[in-house]
């Protein structure tokens, strides 16, 4: 089995930003790609960016430019750098991650976090 466990989540007002980690423990081998997702009231849960081992990634069209994923493959940890907040990016983030990117992708992934929440203030 393979834990995720986020950290950094909090309440930042608009404009602000925000650093959230998922560290990564157990079966390491069993993955291969990260991901971040989001879940607001009322709404589905939505790919915000995910990345390989290898760096490459994928992205929310409402992020792009302003959020950055990142991966220490030494210390199994992937990043979310959110900058520019807004208070439509309000929401539980939740770490995934899979052997397969396009599982992290499309959110089909076997290993998920218990979710950290994010809160931007208007």
């Known amino acids: 089995q393979v834990q995720l466990v986020e950290s950094g989540g909090g309440l930042v007002q608009a404009g602000g930003s925000l650093r959230l980690s998922c560290a990564a423990s157990?079966?390491?081998?069993?993955?291969?790609?990260m991901g971040w997702y989001r879940q607001a009231p009322g709404k589905q849960r939505e790919l915000v960016a995910a990345i390989t081992s290898g760096g490459n990634t994928n992205y929310a069209d409402s992020v792009k430019g302003r959020f950055t994923i990142s991966r220490d493959n030494a210390k199994n940890t992937v990043y979310l750098q959110m900058n520019s907040l807004k208070p439509e990016d309000t929401a539980v983030y939740y770490c995934?991650?899979?052997?397969?990117?396009?599982?992290?992708?499309?959110?089909?992934?076997?290993?998920w976090g218990q979710g950290t929440q994010v809160t931007v203030s208007s």
């Open positions: 995934a991650a899979d052997f397969r990117f396009k599982a992290v992708v499309r959110g089909t992934s076997d290993y």
């Open positions: 157990g079966s390491i081998y069993r993955i291969n790609a």
